[in-house]
């Protein structure tokens, strides 16, 4: 009879979970929001409205990709209920999926939206001259400039908590739980425990086809929108 320790331990494979689209557009985000800051800090403007716009491409590629892309890039994968989210954290050892998991879900989607919010006001924005403006700014009435202004310093600070918070997450994931999520958002792939499912990609033409749609919306905003 075989004894219970000569069973052999599975070993831990290394399993594709997040495409190249997906990791270029989150280091792409993550210098493009820090050139952001410092170029608002130091009042380089023209190039700030730029780097907004950049992150506004971005940002519209990244909702093509969640709805085209790869499958842990898909939003239909991730977008989870609070009865999900709840059991995920009860027995969050257990959890074994690849991508995002209920509760960094939320986490990802307060990212994304605050910086979408950011993103719009700074369209809209016009510094306290006048003399540089966002590229929607001329539709606005004087007033709601101001509320503007002010919105696009207050989501900022926001913003900043937010990205603390996941930042804080992503470190507590390797202290508390030792998994390398960081590593896994570099190189794409990520050592796990079989049996898991791998991700299931998208095609390269796709992920140019979304970019295209992303820089041409981009274009016709810049442009100061309609007509079209
Ligand atoms: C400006 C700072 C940052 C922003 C705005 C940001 C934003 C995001 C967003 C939007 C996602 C979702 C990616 C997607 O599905 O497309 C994400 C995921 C992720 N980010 Fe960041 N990020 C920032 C900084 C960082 C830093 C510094 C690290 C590493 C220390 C990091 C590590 C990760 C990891 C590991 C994931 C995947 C999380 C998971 O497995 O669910 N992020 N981030």
């Given at each position: 009879m075989k004894r219970r320790t000569d069973r052999p331990i599975p070993e831990r494979v290394q399993v594709p979970v997040w495409d190249l689209p997906t990791r270029l557009f989150h280091w792409l985000l993550v210098a493009l929001i820090a050139f952001s800051w410092w170029t608002a800090e130091t009042e380089r403007l023209d190039w700030h409205i730029w780097s907004g716009l950049a992150i506004l491409t971005l940002l519209i590629f990244r909702l093509l990709w969640g709805f085209v892309g790869s499958s842990t890039a898909r939003f239909a994968s991730f977008v989870r209920g609070p009865r999900t989210v709840l059991a995920y954290v009860r027995g969050m050892h257990g959890w074994r999926a690849i991508g995002h998991t209920p509760l960094g879900a939320l986490s990802v989607l307060a990212l994304l939206l605050l910086i979408g919010a950011q993103t719009v006001l700074g369209l809209f924005n016009s510094d306290n001259d006048g003399l540089v403006e966002g590229p929607l700014a001329p539709l606005i009435s004087f007033d709601a400039s101001d509320l503007v202004h002010e919105l696009h310093d207050d989501v900022f600070d926001v913003l900043l908590a937010f990205i603390a918070l996941h930042v804080a997450a992503v470190l507590s994931y390797r202290l508390?739980?030792?998994?390398?999520l960081t590593r896994a958002m570099i190189t794409g792939h990520a050592q796990l425990d079989p049996p898991t499912e791998p991700m299931r990609p998208a095609r390269r033409w796709v992920a140019l086809l979304c970019l295209i749609v992303a820089l041409a919306i981009t274009r016709w905003i810049a442009g100061g929108a309609p007509p079209l």
């Open positions: 508390a739980l030792g998994k390398r």
